[in-house]
């Protein structure tokens, strides 16, 4: 057993978003074998009752309190400064000094940093901590991205975060022993804007708890009698969430009320923006915080993740697939799971195709319900979290050897 740093951006506690959902697995993975010293931001007032189940979980924990107002004000101030803005928006001196005294006091033997975000804490113990980083997608391509989407000032903004966090990306993946991305492609995509990280990165993927998204036969119907439900589920305070339900409100729900006059759009995930919540009217719900989102799943007419802008695996997708319904979603975000529609996983690449594939689910619901029976075995066959994560494990005993061996 060794002593290990665990620096993550966001409470991975409780798995409740996609990215809480790997950094959680991820805690409980390494703890299998190891004493993990987790040093993490809280940036939710709702996490703070979450706080004790977590230090029960991890007791050499440190927690430090994000406010995301002062955040951003900080972060925009290293407009005048060279580097990304997502590392001032992350700067917090105490949980510098926490990681510091750590490493002093207890041996900490690796590091291991989920995100970019957090790299900086670790840089420091650099060579004498190994670390590994998981940066799960390639964040400043998705900033990049975003600068296609928006209108100046905010698409400069944007391009200049995509540039320098590329900058720093790079770097930290050449003092990095190993690094990670969530999807071969977006590995591929990594080495295409990185070159000389030829050999130092690999794709490990996400997984599902399938046990605890399953169908329940018991489970009551949260929608009313006879009502044709279609449902998104995610963060909904995460931009491309609300691009992705903009659009399916704008360009497809018409079409697919004509079809369905009893059809209603279920826009199921907490924080919903402004802008999600004036979505809401007579064919659309806006949920907000539900204190389970299987129901939704599983009674379901039929689940849509029409993510325009998306990196890497949408927990979304394979969480629906487990609870045994099919999922239409953009090809993009279907290519990296790796299913087809015999598999429960029907693609559309544009409103018109994502129309006629809900439409075709809600006029067959026995084929609707052979496709979710599908769409779970094939979760089951592909993405448990045991399997994804232990692809860790190699990189991670490679740079505790020596230490072993001087033990």
């Not at 079809?259 to 919540?277: D, E, K, M, N, W």
């Not at 975000?333 to 015999?342: F, N, Q, R, T, Y």
């Amino acid at each position: 057993m060794a002593n290990l740093l665990y620096l993550v951006h966001r409470l991975p506690y409780p798995p409740n978003k996609g990215d809480k959902v790997r950094s959680y697995h991820l805690l409980r993975h390494l703890q299998k074998e190891h004493r993990v010293f987790l040093g993490t931001f809280i940036d939710d007032p709702a996490d703070e009752e979450h706080l004790p189940a977590l230090k029960a979980m991890c007791p050499d924990l440190h927690v430090a309190r994000l406010h995301p107002l002062w955040a951003r004000l900080r972060s925009l101030g290293g407009l005048i400064q060279h580097g990304p803005l997502t590392l001032a928006y992350y700067r917090n001196a105490a949980l510098h000094e926490w990681v510091r005294q750590t490493a002093a006091m207890h041996g900490i033997s690796a590091s291991v940093v989920f995100s970019s975000a957090m790299v900086p804490y670790a840089m420091p113990l650099v060579p004498r901590v190994p670390m590994l980083v998981d940066f799960v997608d390639v964040d400043s391509a998705k900033w990049s991205q975003y600068a296609q989407q928006r209108r100046w000032p905010l698409s400069w903004v944007y391009a200049r975060e995509g540039r320098e966090l590329l900058a720093y990306e790079r770097m930290a993946a050449q003092r990095a022993q190993r690094s990670f991305f969530v999807t071969p492609q977006e590995t591929d995509l990594f080495l295409r804007l990185a070159p000389e990280a030829q050999g130092r990165v690999q794709a490990v993927g996400n997984g599902v708890d399938a046990d605890f998204f399953r169908p329940q036969p018991s489970t009551p119907r949260p929608f009313a009698p006879g009502e044709t439900a279609v449902v998104f589920t995610g963060a909904m305070d995460y931009w491309p969430n609300v691009d992705a339900v903009s659009w399916f409100v704008a360009d497809m729900l018409p079409a697919l009320r004509q079809r369905h006059p009893g059809l209603r759009f279920y826009i199921v995930g907490r924080s919903p923006t402004p802008a999600v919540q004036a979505l809401a009217g007579e064919g659309v719900v806006v949920t907000g915080t539900v204190a389970d989102v299987r129901p939704y799943l599983q009674h379901a007419s039929a689940v849509v993740a029409p993510l325009r802008v998306a990196r890497g695996i949408q927990n979304k997708i394979l969480e629906a697939m487990a609870m045994g319904r099919p999922v239409v979603t953009v090809p993009a975000c279907a290519e990296v799971i790796g299913a087809s529609a015999d598999d429960g996983l029907l693609r559309a690449s544009d409103p018109a195709a994502t129309v006629d594939a809900v439409d075709q689910l809600l006029r067959d619901p026995l084929g609707a319900a052979l496709r979710g029976e599908m769409a779970r075995r094939f979760v089951l066959n592909h993405f448990s979290w045991q399997a994804q994560l232990a692809a860790m494990d190699a990189s991670l005993n490679a740079v505790l050897q020596p230490e072993k061996r001087h033990a």
